[in-house]
């Protein structure tokens, strides 16, 4: 009769508790890596404000100095309406307007021509823009004169 000693059942079951333990790593870990976070991520600090240099900065636009002139002129010389196509009873329609001496652009009655002009209203010889589309007109284009011969 052959029997067992408990030297041969002792190395088995530390293998056996070794490999119990090794799986319930692996699920614990698992389950906490797949798990969604519980709070709110960590800020990122904030970086410190840029301290701009006025004299460096004047230097860097001075070649742009033509172009702020030039929106410094009064919108009235700058804008220039070349067509209309006005719906008198509707109130709706489309001007031909030209800005800063470009090719002109189709603006329909509310749309912005420009920061701080919308397209308000127009009539048969004008279009009135305005800072908004309600309110009080700042500014009115003529249409220019027809040329006759």
């Known amino acids: ?8 059942w002792a190395p088995l079951l530390a293998t056996l508790a070794l490999w119990a333990l090794a799986g319930a790593s692996a699920v614990y870990w ?3 890596l797949s798990a969604p976070a519980t709070g709110p991520a960590p ?4 970086p ?5 240099d006025p004299q460096a900065l004047a230097r860097l636009l001075a070649a ?18 070349l067509g209309l196509l006005a719906g008198t009873e509707s109130g709706t329609g489309a001007a031909l307007i030209a800005v800063d001496g470009k090719p002109p652009k189709p603006y329909r009655v509310g749309a912005s021509v420009e920061p701080g002009l919308v397209l308000q ?14 309110g009080a007109a700042t500014l009115t284009l003529q249409m220019p004169a027809p040329k006759g011969g």
């Open 43 to 46: 800020l990122a600090a904030a």
């Open 1 to 8: 009769m052959v029997t067992t000693s408990p030297h041969r």
């Open 30 to 32: 698992g389950l906490r």
């Open 121 to 134: 209203s127009l009539t048969r010889r004008e279009a009135r823009l305005g800072p908004q589309v309600d």
């Open 64 to 81: 742009q100095a033509q172009a702020a002139t030039a929106e410094a002129a009064p919108a009235a010389s700058r804008l220039v309406l």
């Open 48 to 52: 410190d404000a840029v301290q701009a």
